[in-house]
């Protein structure tokens, strides 16, 4: 799908973004910054990260993204196959942090999506974690033509860990947002997938926005549920002075601020944000230090974001967005 230029910018920006709050909260995972904390890449957390790595957040994207990237259907079929085999492929790596749900799961090495799938179906007890919400972010961008494939394939990916009908819709939300902001340089796109879901979906969703656009995060304190996490992103998104660019940079800072899982609900703001604002947005000093599995930089994050878009055409030529100094 060719894209005219702010449009590419938007689709880079995706990644990104993600990337850029995944690597930023790293350092402070599970603990509370505080309003008036210096937020910054600092690395550490749980994982020990060098400052500017990222961590399973933008890892298991990247996995997605370089399946779709090769033009597959990653909703169905050997594509959702080629997406389950990445995960086992980056869960083999040995990361340093892993969400006990997606271990769980990915520890079996299912040899197929079917198998992955039953493995997350079976395992008992709460199974709403936040991990299929935090990776969730290419998929918009293999789909910005197929608002319907759009969401099945997110349903599908969720689902190949988080057999959780509440993650399921916080993925088809957040992933459909992500398309409509690449597409149309919005927010819209959230509040216009509770409109057109289900009676219950909207009905549970609708007052649950609503808190986090003038609450605080003391109102969702759990983020480590996939509903805990999308209330702070969308919170320290829609709080946050938006009337320009800089609007990434604080609503970034501001997921952070929130404090718990910081790397997670920052990655997922970033997705969003990133698809509103663009790559060019994002500060230099943060993309010169970003790089993370499998041995990725920031610009390569830009070029597999269009390649992701472009489905496999050749993108030969095409000059990264990110800036200079």
């Not at 079976?122 to 998929?139: D, E, F």
């Not at 349903?155 to 947002?177: N, P």
């Amino acid at each position: 799908m060719g894209l005219p230029d702010e449009r590419t910018d938007r689709a880079a920006g995706v990644l990104l973004a993600t990337a850029t709050g995944d690597a930023l909260g790293a350092g402070y995972e599970f603990t509370a910054p505080g309003s008036d904390a210096v937020i910054d890449m600092i690395g550490g957390g749980l994982g020990s990260f060098a400052p500017g790595e990222w961590t399973d957040d933008t890892s298991m994207a990247v996995a997605i993204a370089e399946v779709a990237a090769t033009g597959a259907d990653i909703s169905t079929g050997p594509g959702l196959d080629a997406v389950a085999a990445q995960f086992v492929r980056w869960y083999e790596s040995g990361p340093a942090d892993i969400g006990v749900q997606t271990s769980a799961v990915l520890s079996k090495r299912p040899a197929s999506a079917e198998e992955m799938r039953s493995i997350a179906a079976a395992i008992p007890g709460l199974k709403g974690g936040n991990g299929s919400l935090m990776r969730t972010a290419p998929v918009a961008l293999a789909y910005l033509g197929d608002a319907d494939g759009c969401l099945r394939a997110a349903r599908a990916i969720s689902l190949l860990t988080h057999d959780d009908e509440r993650a399921v819709e916080a993925c088809e939300m957040w992933t459909y947002a992500i398309r409509h902001a690449v597409l149309y340089g919005t927010f819209d796109g959230v509040r216009e997938y509770v409109a057109g879901a289900s009676t219950g979906a909207r009905d549970y969703w609708t007052p649950l926005l609503d808190r986090a656009e003038r609450g605080t995060p003391a109102d969702f304190p759990n983020n480590g549920w996939v509903v805990d996490a999308l209330l702070t992103a969308w919170w320290a998104i829609t709080t946050t002075d938006a009337t320009g660019p800089e609007h990434l940079q604080r609503a970034l800072e501001q997921a952070v601020r929130a404090g718990h899982d910081t790397d997670t609900t920052a990655a997922i703001a970033g997705g969003l944000l990133g698809a509103r604002w663009g790559a060019s947005v994002i500060p230099a000093r943060w993309t010169r230090m970003l790089h993370g599995w499998p041995g990725y930089r920031a610009v390569d994050l830009e070029r597999l974001a269009v390649r992701t878009v472009g489905g496999g055409d050749d993108l030969e030529g095409w000059s990264s967005s990110l800036p200079v100094d």
